[in-house]
């Protein structure tokens, strides 16, 4: 019986087992070779992937980083590669689409200057529009959800909607339809959802990106991105292109991730179920009038707090329980009363790291507006880790009554 993810799981034993390791290693050393000896009847395209014997120049392909993407495609039904760095990853998905038009509204700001630092190269014209403008052939509908920063599964904006083409409600899957319907496609950036949280191609993605540093690496000592495609002549595509564009991982981060994805499945279904309750517990916070409090924590301190189990069910029927079948995101956003508030919380916690990035098994905080200027200065993101949830919120609960004092 072949190992396989059940739905709403990630298997431990693809994970553990889903690279074939060959040889007495059975955790495989870190590969510093940039060159391999030839052989007879040798791979001569390098892309020999679990065979070390037809590995040619570590720029095509080596041990380590082929054991990682064999793992990878088998956990996102599909076919992986991998990358330097997830904007590495994402500019790659720009010169292998070529977008005539790319259709993007907010996300990521790495994301958005991969496509200006694209957009620089190309002679043609090539105009960014909406998510929810009118779409034509040849572009590229570039959708990510759960949303950064505020870790929102994406919604459609009530005016535009059309029903679905199969009866039910995703928003994946509604702007799949939209885009095929004119010959175009659509990739995922589902950062914020790594299995088993999130399958983006059960709802018409073309193309899933992640950036691997977060969730997959998990551990916040490597960069990484990853693109997966539906077919191997896809892959062999951008494999094609990586050779050339020379923006392939390194050997220690792969080795770095092939040992992070051996616990992936243990690590964030915990973190997601503990942000969860996190998430839900400060919502209620926030309906507090200032004066009371709510299991400790002042009101009139938090205004919102943002997450993918408080979306409920939308006008279209759309309910992110639907696509997040695994689990709700582990990074999500509030908003506080006041500037100064915003501030000094993140230094007012003693289990949370004040830092960017997020995914990692230690819980991090940010003022998002110090990383990126386009963001509500009293916008702060918590990327929940492993951490006892009790504990958590025992330190959040501590943060809340410092800042609650912030300026009286």
């Known amino acids: 019986m072949s190992p396989r993810d059940a739905p709403g799981q990630l298997s431990g034993t693809l ?4 690279d074939h390791a060959i040889g007495a290693e059975v955790a495989p050393s870190i590969s510093v070779t940039s060159t391999f000896k030839a052989v007879p009847h040798g791979d001569p395209d390098g892309l020999g992937a679990m065979n070390p014997d037809r590995h040619v120049y570590s720029r095509y392909s080596q041990n380590v980083s082929s054991r990682v993407e064999e793992v990878l495609s088998k956990i996102n039904h599909g076919h992986a590669l991998t990358y330097a760095s997830g904007l590495a990853a994402a500019f790659s998905a720009l010169v292998h689409f070529k977008p005539k038009r790319i259709a993007v509204s907010g996300g990521y700001m790495g994301c958005h200057g991969a496509m200006d630092v694209y957009l620089k190269g190309r002679l043609e014209k090539t105009p960014l529009i909406s998510l929810d403008d009118e779409y034509q052939e040849g572009d590229l509908c570039w959708l990510e959800t759960p949303l950064n920063p505020t870790g ?9 909607f059309v029903n679905p083409s199969n009866g039910e409600t995703s928003d994946i899957q509604y ?45 916040s000592d490597l960069l990484c991105g990853i693109l997966i495609v539906k ?5 062999q595509e951008l494999w094609q292109d990586r050779v050339y564009m020379g923006n392939m991982m390194g050997s220690l981060e792969s080795w770095l991730l092939l040992r992070s994805l051996r616990t992936m499945h243990l690590r964030v279904p915990r973190q997601s179920q503990s942000a969860t309750e996190i998430a839900q517990w400060m919502n209620n916070a926030g ?24 979306q409920g069910t939308d006008d279209r029927g759309f309910n992110p329980a639907s696509q997040m079948e695994g689990g ?19 230094h007012s916690l003693e289990y949370f790291v004040p830092a960017t990035s997020l995914g ?37 609960r501590k943060a809340f009554q410092i800042v609650a004092k912030v300026g009286l």
Do not use: M
């Not at 929102?152 to 535009?160: K, L």
């Not at 077919?231 to 892959?235: A, C, F, G, P, V």
């Open 360 to 396: 990692g098994v230690e819980s991090l905080v940010e003022q998002r507006v110090k990383a990126d200027p386009k963001e509500d200065p009293l916008l702060v993101r918590l990327s929940i880790g492993v951490e006892e949830v009790d504990d958590l919120k025992d330190d959040l």
């Open 328 to 346: 709700y995101n582990a990074t999500f956003s509030l908003l506080f009363a006041r500037r100064e508030q915003a501030e000094v919380f993140p």
């Open 15 to 18: 994970l553990v087992h889903g």
């Open 231 to 235: 077919t191997t002549k896809e892959r």
């Open 287 to 310: 309906n507090v009038p200032e004066g009371q409090e709510f299991d400790g924590i002042p009101g009139g301190v938090i205004t919102k707090v943002w997450h993918s189990s408080l």
């Open 152 to 160: 929102e599964s994406r919604q459609v904006i009530p005016c535009t």
């Open 175 to 219: 702007y799949a339809d939209k885009i095929h319907a004119v010959g175009g496609k659509l990739l995922i950036d589902s950062t914020f959802g790594p299995p088993p949280l999130q399958y983006p191609f059960k709802f018409g993605a073309d193309c899933i990106f992640h950036s691997g540093t977060k969730y997959f690496g998990g551990h």
